[in-house]
C-alpha cells in the first residue's frame, strides 16, 4: 500500500469507526430484555462481550436446546468467564422469556 493510501486510511478509519460507534449505541439504548427473574445476570454475563439484541433477534426460534448450545459455544468455545450458577439462571431467563416451545 502506498504512503499515500496508509494516509486516508488513517485519517477515514477514526471517523468511520465514530460513525458506525455512534450509531450502534443509538440503536442500542432503545433494546430492552423482558423483566423477570435472571434478567440482571443475563446483562452482567451476556452484555459484557456482545450485544443484547443478539438474544431477541434468535430468541424467534430457540429452544432451551438451542440456548444451551448458545451458552456452551459462548463458554467453551469464545471464552466467556460465566459460572456455573449463572448458566442455569441465564438459561432459565432465555428459555422462559425467549424461548419457543
Same mark, same amino acid.
Given at each position: 500500500?502506498?504512503?499515500?493510501?496508509?494516509?486516508?486510511?488513517?485519517?477515514?478509519?477514526?471517523?468511520?469507526?465514530?460513525?458506525?460507534?455512534?450509531?450502534?449505541?443509538?440503536?442500542?439504548?432503545?433494546?430492552?430484555?423482558?423483566?423477570? @427473574?435472571?434478567? &440482571?445476570?443475563?446483562?452482567?454475563?451476556?452484555?459484557?462481550?456482545? !450485544?443484547? *439484541?443478539? +438474544?431477541?433477534?434468535?430468541?424467534?426460534?430457540?429452544?432451551?436446546?438451542?440456548?444451551? @448450545?448458545?451458552? &456452551?459455544?459462548?463458554?467453551?468455545?469464545?471464552?466467556?468467564?460465566? !459460572?456455573? *450458577?449463572? +448458566?442455569?439462571?441465564?438459561?432459565?431467563?432465555?428459555?422462559?422469556?425467549?424461548?419457543?416451545?
Amino acid at each position: 500500500m502506498s504512503a499515500h493510501a496508509m494516509k486516508m486510511l488513517n485519517t477515514l478509519l477514526p471517523a468511520l469507526v465514530a460513525v458506525f460507534s455512534a450509531s450502534t449505541f443509538a440503536g442500542e439504548a432503545q433494546i430492552e430484555l423482558k423483566e423477570g @427473574a435472571g434478567r &440482571d445476570t443475563v446483562m452482567a454475563n451476556c452484555a459484557m462481550c456482545h !450485544s443484547i *439484541d443478539y +438474544i431477541q433477534m434468535n430468541s424467534l426460534f430457540m429452544k432451551r436446546t438451542d440456548w444451551q @448450545a448458545t451458552v &456452551d459455544k459462548m463458554v467453551n468455545v469464545m471464552g466467556a468467564p460465566i !459460572s456455573q *450458577d449463572d +448458566i442455569s439462571v441465564i438459561l432459565d431467563y432465555l428459555t422462559t422469556y425467549y424461548g419457543v416451545e
